[in-house]
């Protein structure tokens, strides 16, 4: 038992150092550092847009980053603050401020870790892709609005910037006039630098590429030419080129039950993220998949320690990864020497990082959300059926006019209605009267293939879960078949299994059956659906004797009941 548990939760590190060599660490090293110069430019945006300070964003790639290559479950995985998060952490801060965005980070990491030890990583993976769409296309429209201040270089006469869409767009609107196109120059220029720099060089970011050169530019103006209208980082924000020491928030029951909502949404949107990419890491590397369980676990860690260094939520970061991956990262040593060089990076060139400009760090993050907006994903999925379009829609709007705390609760919902529709559809119940045909069926042991029902019995065959909607399809088989049967047999060879509704409504529908005279018979019952059945006062409502292994049986049976009735 304690051997599969350790099985079941090794991190993937352990496991790849058993045939480490050389060559692997060769390539884990350029990849580290690559994907370290990636994540700076993003981590310094994340952190901004977050409503934090620009080392928030640093601390949280290192120190999460680290945690979660050293007790992941994908080989290569990188974890670091996201996009997906900037909508909910931006709200958390403005609304119960810095402590109260550390306390639910580190709730909701204790809920990652929970999911992971109780094996729940697989059903993470079943939420409805229209879902998963409508979440990050409403993110990525939410992103964009936030850095419409910055790309224009709006001044809102000390007005507050109101956290809601509607709002935002609102004031952005009232204060046009005072469009700086300084700002907005730097931010067409740093987008245009990203877009075109792959093109030429493909080996280095265009974000990196944008942000070295733009910040020159723009130091090269206002040390020669006096152009100062260009906010920078350090206009806005001090630099603390070091990591902070560790601090426990003051957790209290009042603050737990204030942000448990919101610390469900960064656990779920965390889980989400983290195993989506990791299953799309997964299909590039083949070999053997990541285990999401393990890494559900790490996640929580990481973000259950990150927040006492000042950190903000992290999960896995697919763009990162999929750097990582491109450029010969294959073990978990690779995002660890990415968390290294960041740190190196905040210890030693970190101060410089106040000369960038905040214009160009919007323009990084429309990028982001370009890329993260899926907008032809969307547009196939309109597509599709009417009630994937449906969950799309509502899920996206919900995220963009309201918050994702509300989306997510919706969406949640929305998936599970869908599920239990979907399995209903799949269910059906067929009457057979006269005669029954056995051709190709493994449940009778006779050779006869048509069998001849005795008058006065019905059989009703399931074919699919029995759910609570079950119950009204049998009413309204017995509505269409008009008369009543003296024998009603129900035919639950293809039940794979019932639930507590399902039981429930059938044992009500054995006991109206028993009332109007009927006697039900259960055939071909599986062993789980029995186990579950026996649980209820259905075999002693029918009779145990009227529990028959397969039709054949449950027909002996029927002719015995009619001839005791007969005589």
Not at 29 to 58: D, K, N, R, Y
Not at 282 to 289: A, F, L, M, R, W
Not at 555 to 565: D, G, M, P, Y
Request: with cysteine.
């Amino acid at each position: 038992m304690k051997k599969d548990l350790l099985k079941d939760f090794t991190p993937q590190l352990f496991i790849s150092l058993k045939t480490y060599d050389k060559g692997k660490f060769i390539n884990d090293l350029m990849a580290g550092l690559i994907v370290g110069i990636v994540a700076l430019p993003l981590a310094l945006a994340f952190g901004i847009a977050s409503g934090v300070t620009p080392e928030q964003g640093i601390i949280t790639a290192i120190i999460a980053g680290f945690v979660i290559s050293f007790l992941g479950g994908s080989r290569v995985q990188i974890g670091g603050p996201t996009g997906a998060f900037i909508v909910i952490v931006y709200g958390v801060v403005q609304t119960h401020g810095i402590k109260g965005l550390l306390i639910a980070t580190i709730i909701a990491g204790v809920i990652l870790v929970l999911l992971g030890i109780f094996k729940l990583g697989k059903i993470i993976k079943f939420i409805p892709y229209p879902i998963i769409v409508g979440f990050t296309s409403g993110i990525a429209v939410t992103i964009f609005t936030t850095q419409i201040a910055d790309i224009f270089g709006l001044n809102f006469g000390g007005e507050k910037a109101p956290g809601d869409f509607i709002g935002k767009w609102i004031i952005y609107i009232k204060h046009f006039d005072t469009i700086n196109w300084w700002n907005t120059a730097v931010s067409i220029g740093s987008i245009l630098i990203i877009v075109l720099t792959p093109r030429i060089v493909k080996k280095v970011p265009g974000s990196l590429v944008a942000i070295i050169l733009v910040t020159a530019i723009v130091y090269f103006m206002k040390t020669y030419f006096g152009i100062n209208a260009i906010d920078t980082i350090g206009d806005r924000f001090r630099i603390n080129a070091e990591l902070p020491d560790a601090a426990i928030p003051d957790i209290n029951m009042a603050a737990i039950t204030d942000l448990l909502p919101v610390a469900i949404t960064i656990a779920l949107l965390g889980a989400i993220e983290s195993l989506l990419s990791a299953t799309v890491a997964d299909g590039v590397i083949g070999g053997e998949k990541h285990n999401s369980n393990t890494e559900l676990i790490a996640q929580g860690v990481a973000n259950i320690i990150t927040p006492l260094f000042g950190g903000i939520p992290a999960t896995g970061a697919i763009a990162r990864t999929m750097t990582n991956i491109n450029n010969g990262g294959r073990t978990p040593v690779a995002g660890i020497i990415h968390a290294v060089v960041l740190l190196l990076i905040l210890l030693l060139l970190m101060p410089l990082a106040q000369y960038i400009p905040m214009a160009c760090l919007a323009g990084v993050l429309v990028i982001v959300s370009y890329n993260m907006s899926e907008w032809r994903t969307f547009k196939a999925l309109l597509r599709n059926q009417k009630s994937d379009v449906a969950v799309l829609l509502i899920t996206f709007f919900l995220t963009v006019i309201f918050d994702l705390t509300i989306a997510i609760e919706v969406g949640l919902l929305l998936a599970v209605v869908l599920f239990m529709r979907r399995i209903n559809e799949v269910t059906h119940v067929s009457v057979i009267k006269n005669e029954l045909d056995l051709t190709d069926e493994s449940e009778f042991t006779q050779d006869e293939e048509i069998l001849t029902l005795p008058d006065g019995v019905e059989v009703y065959e399931i074919d699919g879960p029995f759910f609570f909607g079950i119950a009204n399809k049998f009413e309204e088989s017995m509505r269409v078949i008009g008369d009543k049967s003296k024998i009603r047999i129900i035919r639950m060879r293809k039940v794979p299994f019932i639930d507590s509704t399902g039981l429930h409504n059938l044992e009500s529908l054995c006991q109206k059956s028993m009332k109007d005279g009927i006697q039900v018979i259960l055939s071909g019952v599986r062993p789980k659906v029995h186990a579950m059945i026996e649980t209820s006062g259905i075999p002693a409502m029918i009779g145990e004797v009227n529990i028959c292994d397969n039709i054949n049986i449950a027909i002996a049976r029927a002719n015995v009941i009619l001839s005791e009735a007969a005589g």
